[in-house]
């Protein structure tokens, strides 16, 4: 990146946006962000990832912002959660140009993949029921919500030409 303030900017409104808007979910549907089987709908904003590597460090910034300040978070979310956060969104950079017909679907499935195996061991830790239960609990619901609201959000940058506008330098 030519500009690292841009790089900082960035990454910082995307944290911001990120912690906001898992607050508000919780808020209005307490529970829906936590547990084995949450859709986090904050989750979308990785397919940032696809257009800027800000996001990397935004998402993750995010995801632990939102865990430190949610009362119901245990210590050891601060550390895997994010972890799980900033592997999907470096994995989903690195996998930016890889589609099938046109739609990043490996990369969409970063998310579901890095959380079920990080997010689900832990929930196995803190709550019991087995890793492979806790791990499909938590790849469902992250798939969900990065194939459908993901899918629509990603299509609508493209369409609408606002990674070039939003992301170039």
């Not at 808020?27 to 800027?52: D, N, Y």
């Not at 087995?130 to 990603?154: D, R, W």
């Amino acid at each position: 990146m030519k500009n690292p303030a841009h790089f900082v900017a960035r990454a910082a409104i995307i944290a911001a946006l990120y912690a906001v808007l898992t607050h508000l979910q919780n808020l209005l549907l307490p529970g829906s962000t936590t547990w084995m089987i949450q859709m986090r709908l904050s989750e979308m904003l990785c397919v940032l990832a696809f257009f800027t590597p800000a996001a990397i460090p935004g998402l993750t910034l995010g995801c632990l912002v939102f865990n430190l300040t949610f009362a119901a978070a245990l210590p050891l979310d601060f550390v895997v959660g994010s972890l799980a956060t900033f592997l999907a969104a470096w994995a989903m950079w690195r996998l930016r140009n890889v589609t099938v017909k046109g739609w990043p679907l490996p990369g969409l499935l970063m998310p579901a993949v890095t959380n079920a195996l990080l997010v689900g061991w832990e929930l196995a830790v803190y709550i019991g029921g087995g890793f492979a239960i806790n791990a499909v609990y938590v790849a469902l619901g992250e798939a969900a919500v990065l194939l459908i609201f993901g899918s629509a959000l990603y299509f609508t940058i493209r369409r609408r030409h606002l990674d070039g506008k939003l992301f170039s330098e």
